[in-house]
């Protein structure tokens, strides 16, 4: 989609892959420089979404670079399906994630014991 000569951006799909690529233009038309690629499981639903500052992301499937959310979806016994996303990160030491202890499922975890 071009918007009036001033961003352009670009929507590409890999089925075999299962990612949806975004880029768009961030200070020149035509340079491309902001990315997000999401990842998605065999049913369709997001399961990693990745995000560029400004600095292109990699293109291999199982690339972390960049600023990374993560979705886990899991059916927990008498409640149903949970989806739990996670903080943004770049790793999984990040500090926005679980003070730092790198469990991003830890409220997911706590409540299946809970449950059994």
Not at 76 to 84: R, S, W
Request: charged share 20%; hydrophobic share 30%.
């Amino acid at each position: 989609m071009n918007e009036g000569n001033l961003r352009k951006t670009v929507t590409t799909y890999s089925d075999d892959d299962l990612l949806v690529t975004t880029v768009s233009d961030l200070h020149t038309f035509d340079d491309g420089l902001l990315q997000t690629i999401t990842r998605h499981d065999e049913r369709g639903r997001p399961v990693r979404t990745r995000v560029s500052d400004g600095t292109p992301l990699g293109t291999a499937p199982t690339a972390t670079d960049g600023i990374n959310v993560t979705i886990r979806y899991t059916v927990v016994p008498g409640v149903g399906l949970q989806t739990v996303t996670s903080s943004p990160h770049r790793t999984t030491q990040d500090p926005t994630l679980d003070g730092g202890k790198g469990n991003v499922w830890h409220v997911l975890d706590d409540l299946l014991q809970l449950k059994s």
